[in-house]
């Protein structure tokens, strides 16, 4: 439990601060890196929700791959969790299961899902993604949860991915270490291969390497 422990505090603060906010779009705050010098040109609802060009990604990438079941781990507030249902709708099918495992955050990102049209294209669980029973295989994987267990989190669900499914992996930028270490090792075991796209904190857009034709 010590792992997220230090995790909570700072969701419960960036919680309320988007809770101020009311939904503004801001500048992205993340410092400059070499990858990615000019941060600013990037907007943000909040320092934890994906940047708003991801969000935007990520629904691109729900209607373009028409995805049967996404699993996202690290919902927070549901702002990622909302624009990938938003995908599914347009297509008309699909599911996304997302969990969040601080039940004070989860009960806030239920309250929005639960007003939103988009609802019925969620499974919302209060758990932990390593523990976290999902049926079917996989189309899409989001890892976005607690940067300590990205790996373990990418091994346990890359048996249910299909061979054409997509991982993407959020704060892989060269100042967020843990994660950008975590997916570099992920290869080098042979496991996935990965594309490291240069937005303010970073994303790895990937795929397993077993079962490719």
Known sequence: MGLFKKKLKQEHKVML???????ALLPEYHRAT??????E?????DSMTAEAEVLEFLRTLVTTLKPSLIVETGSFLGVSTLWMAEGLAANGFGKIVS???DPVVFAEAKKKIEASPFAPYIDLRNESSL????????DILFSDSDPDIRAAEVKRYLPQLRSTGLILIHDASSHLKTVRQAAFELEAEGLISCIFLPTPRGL????????RT
């Open 99 to 101: 969990c969040e495992f």
């Open 204 to 211: 790895v857009l990937a795929q397993k390497r077993q079962g």
């Open 17 to 23: 601060q988007a809770e101020r906010a009311g939904g």
């Open 131 to 138: 523990e976290m029973h999902v049926e079917g295989p996989i």
């Open 34 to 39: 070499p990858e990615c010098p000019h941060p």
């Open 41 to 45: 040109r990037w907007h943000m609802y």
